[in-house]
T-cell receptor, first 116, second 111 residues
Framework: ETGVTQTPRHLVMGMTNKKSLKCEQH?????MYWYKQSAKKPLELMFV???????ENNSVPSRFSPECPNSSHLFLHLHTLQPEDSALYLC???????????????FGEGSRLTVL | GQNIDQPTEMTATEGAIVQINCTYQ??????LFWYQQHAGEAPTFLSY????GLEEKGRFSSFLSRSKGYSYLLLKELQMKDSASYLC????????????FGQGTELSVKP
C-alpha cells in the first residue's frame, strides 16, 4: 500500500468509447503525475500537476485529457484512443514539485488499459 | 537529448551478489534514482544518489559517478523475492523538475 490508489485496475475499451482513469493520493502531497508504461519501454512522463496547476504536458496527444480538481485527485479522460495506446497507466505523487523536493515518487499500482 | 541505458534482463542465483548498471546522458542532471517494480505492482523507491559515491541501505547499495554518467545498484544475499524489474531514473532539474526513466532491468533470481 503506497498511499496512491488507482481505479479501475483494468479497462477494456473500443476506439470510439470515452472513459476515465482516476487516481487518489492520501499522503498530503502537492504534486501528481501521469506516466505511461508500455512493454519493454521506459516509463514515459505524460503530465505533471503542482498545486492543481498543470506544469508539464510532454507532447501528449489531445485524446488524453487530464484533470486535477484538487491536490488529492487526478483524472485522465480518454476518448477516441488507438490500439497503440494500450499500456499500463501509472499515477504518482510527490511531496512537492521536483525542483523543490528530492524527488521520491509514490506510485499507484496502475490501470491496465486495452484498446480494441 | 536525454538517454538512459540499462541491461534488459539479468539472472542470478539465490544468496549471490548482483550488480545492475545504468549509464545516463542527461542535461540538467540533479540526482539518480533506483526503483523496484514487482510484476503487477507499483514501482517503489529504493535509493537516491546526488553526490559521487556509495550509499548503503541494508542488502541494497547504490553508486554514482557524475563525471562518468554511471550508476549501479548492488544487491547482496539475493532472495527469491528480489526477482523484479529495477528502474534507473535521472532527475532533470532544468525542465521543471522531472524523472526520466530507463527501460528497466528484469532480474530473475534462481534457486
Amino acid at each position: 500500500e503506497t498511499g496512491v490508489t488507482q481505479t479501475p485496475r483494468h479497462l477494456v475499451m473500443g476506439m470510439t468509447n470515452k472513459k476515465s482513469l482516476k487516481c487518489e493520493q492520501h499522503l498530503g502531497h502537492n504534486a501528481m503525475y501521469w506516466y505511461k508504461q508500455s512493454a519493454k519501454k521506459p516509463l514515459e512522463l505524460m503530465f505533471v500537476y503542482n498545486f492543481k496547476e498543470q506544469t508539464e504536458n510532454n507532447s501528449v496527444p489531445s485524446r488524453f485529457s487530464p484533470e486535477c480538481p484538487n491536490s488529492s485527485h487526478l483524472f485522465l479522460h480518454l476518448h477516441t484512443l488507438q490500439p497503440e495506446d494500450s499500456a499500463l497507466y501509472l499515477c504518482a505523487s510527490s511531496q512537492d514539485d521536483l525542483r523543490v523536493t528530492t524527488g521520491e515518487l509514490f506510485f499507484g499500482e496502475g490501470s491496465r488499459l486495452t484498446v480494441l | 537529448g536525454q538517454n538512459i541505458d540499462q541491461p534488459t534482463e539479468m539472472t542470478a542465483t539465490e544468496g549471490a551478489i548482483v550488480q545492475i548498471n545504468c549509464t545516463y546522458q542527461t542535461s540538467g542532471f540533479n540526482g539518480l534514482f533506483w526503483y523496484q517494480q514487482h510484476a503487477g505492482e507499483a514501482p517503489t523507491f529504493l535509493s537516491y544518489n546526488v553526490l559521487d559515491g556509495l550509499e548503503e541501505k541494508g542488502r541494497f547499495s547504490s553508486f554514482l559517478s557524475r563525471s562518468k554518467g554511471y550508476s549501479y545498484l548492488l544487491l547482496k544475499e539475493l532472495q527469491m523475492k528480489d526477482s523484479a524489474s529495477y528502474l534507473c531514473a535521472s532527475m532533470i532539474y532544468n525542465q521543471g523538475g522531472k524523472l526520466i526513466f530507463g527501460q528497466g532491468t528484469e532480474l530473475s533470481v534462481k534457486p
